[in-house]
């Protein structure tokens, strides 16, 4: 039923997060702010620029003084890209036996290319994805299901064999507006407050190697899975 298993990039298949924060911090140190802790930024990292910003300096798009920080912050983050950032604990298990299941996997994420790129070209995969798509690559970037639907153009798969999964609301809306399955992935950066029960998800992981299982649920189907021991 599922022949092609789509990812968000940050919060759900990399931990970026410690890079992330500590863009973040050097930038607050350029403006002689103290360092924010781990445990503060990690929840918003999925926000990108918007969301760290408002975190370090209390600043929203539009605002007089966003756009020269955000400049900034996303050059400190550039050059620090592959510091310490990871696969999430158990991914790459998960990547390699969906190698052994003959199922491509993908990326979708509303990192901007110029990132997104040299990102994923420092990384090592057990077996490479078969599409990726960046914030810039379609019209629209999530919650829009055009990125999604890129990817099915991408992979050569319809949407309904597809599966999506994700760390932020936003990610199980453009799966769900796609025609897609969706997962929450609930080990992501999700900030106090905010339920991913209430997102719409056709399932909640909360770990990556959970996938499997629920592709194992939905593969038996039902009936098979009350019978099983």
Known sequence: MIRCILFDLDGTLLDTAPDLGYALNLLRAEQRLPPLPAAAIRPLASQGARGL???????QPGEEGYEPLRQRFLALYRAHLNRHTVLFDGMADVLGELAQRALPWGIVTNKPAWLTEPLLAG????????????????????????????ACTQSGQPPAACLYVGDAQRDIESGRRAGMRTLAATYGYIEDGDDPRHWGADGLIDAPRELLAWLDGLRLGPTERACSP
């Open 53 to 59: 910003l408002r975190l370090g300096f209390g600043l």
């Open 123 to 150: 990384m090592q995969f057990p077996i490479p994805p078969v599409c990726v798509v960046s914030g810039d690559s379609a019209a629209h970037p999530k919650p829009h299901p055009a990125p999604l639907l890129l």
